[in-house]
């Protein structure tokens, strides 16, 4: 396996759980790596994904997490749920206004952590992904050198996004009022939603 861009930001993402959290969604969970990371922090952590050969893979792993197959744009999600919910490079995958439902998906006090993908359009994307290019092969050479934990290969539906950053964070304000949103050097960004807190 080589240097996985949505990996190296697992931690970044684990940094946004909020404290005291029990209930966790991971939205477009492939083969279930960082769903499997929420649950070694003991949360219960239920997982979807659209690729019926992804979760499968993801379910031959053993572990605690609940995974389903269901496209999260039209998917009954139970409302005011969970303490967090993640979603990594996938909410590109379906309409942006799917964070709605996301969002209807939190607990009090609950965070949406989401990292996306974006389509470059600015001096500034252009920049960045400029000094993300040498930084990235140094991380791949680097990457094949460790030894790889075991696990099947599966082939990952892949969309291209097609919002812009700017884009982006306008349909933020409007559907994630507060939400903050800052651009990552491999070609993501993450924006971090909390909703309104408990009583």
Not at 90 to 108: D, K
Not at 130 to 159: D, F, G, I, K, Y
Not at 170 to 188: D, K, M, N
Request: proline share 7%; net charge neutral.
């Amino acid at each position: 396996m080589s240097f996985n861009h949505n990996d190296h930001y697992h931690p970044l993402l684990l940094k946004q759980v909020p404290e005291g959290a029990g209930t966790a969604l991971d939205v477009g969970c492939g083969t279930g790596r960082f769903a499997r990371r929420l649950a070694a922090r003991g949360l219960v952590v239920d997982a979807i994904d659209s690729s019926a050969e992804a979760v499968e893979a993801a379910r031959s792993i053993p572990g605690p997490v609940r995974y389903e197959q269901a496209d999260i744009a039209v998917a009954e999600l139970p409302g005011g749920k969970y303490d967090f919910v993640s979603c990594l490079a996938s909410i590109h995958h379906v309409p942006f206004e799917t964070v709605s439902r996301l969002r209807g998906s939190l607990a009090p006090g609950g965070v949406l952590a989401i990292l996306g993908c974006y389509r470059e359009s600015t001096p500034a994307d252009f920049a960045v992904s400029l000094c993300a290019v040498p930084v990235n092969a140094v991380a791949r050479l680097l990457s094949a050198a460790r030894p790889q934990a075991e696990e099947a290969p599966t082939e990952m539906v892949v969309a291209k996004a097609m919002m812009t950053l700017p884009e982006i964070t306008a349909e933020a304000a409007t559907l994630l009022p507060g939400a903050s949103i800052r651009r990552l050097l491999f070609w993501r960004y993450l924006l971090v939603y909390r909703g309104p807190g408990r009583g």
